[in-house]
């Protein structure tokens, strides 16, 4: 999804990350299982309406829960985020 490249684009790392010779399924269980750490652990000063958008889209493991979690949402977000980066 969008929201993992962009977690992946702010923290360097995947929001769940895969153990040394963890085992595809396994991997791919936890994925629909767990959380991924929250962005702020990693990216100080995220605005907070975009790290919780991220981590709302990321949380939603049905998606009937990522209705309402649209792209242009998290365009508009990174959008906001950037130009205070620039400012």
Same mark, same amino acid.
């Given at each position: 999804? !969008?929201?993992?490249?962009?977690? =992946?684009?702010?923290?360097?790392?995947?929001?769940? =990350?895969?153990? +040394?010779? =963890?085992?595809?399924?396994?991997?791919?269980r936890?994925?629909?299982? #767990?959380?991924?750490?929250?962005? $702020?652990?990693?990216?100080?000063?995220?605005p907070?309406?975009?790290? $919780?958008?991220? !981590?709302?889209?990321?949380?939603?493991? +049905?998606?009937? =829960?990522?209705?309402?979690?649209?792209? +242009?949402?998290?365009?508009? #977000?990174?959008?906001l985020?950037? #130009?205070?980066?620039?400012?």
């Amino acid at each position: 999804s !969008m929201a993992v490249i962009v977690y =992946e684009i702010l923290t360097g790392k995947l929001p769940i =990350e895969a153990s +040394d010779g =963890e085992n595809k399924i396994i991997y791919l269980r936890r994925v629909a299982r #767990e959380n991924p750490v929250n962005i $702020n652990h990693y990216v100080k000063g995220l605005p907070s309406n975009l790290a $919780n958008f991220l !981590m709302r889209t990321l949380a939603a493991k +049905d998606p009937v =829960e990522r209705q309402g979690l649209k792209i +242009d949402r998290l365009a508009k #977000e990174f959008k906001l985020y950037a #130009e205070t980066l620039a400012a």
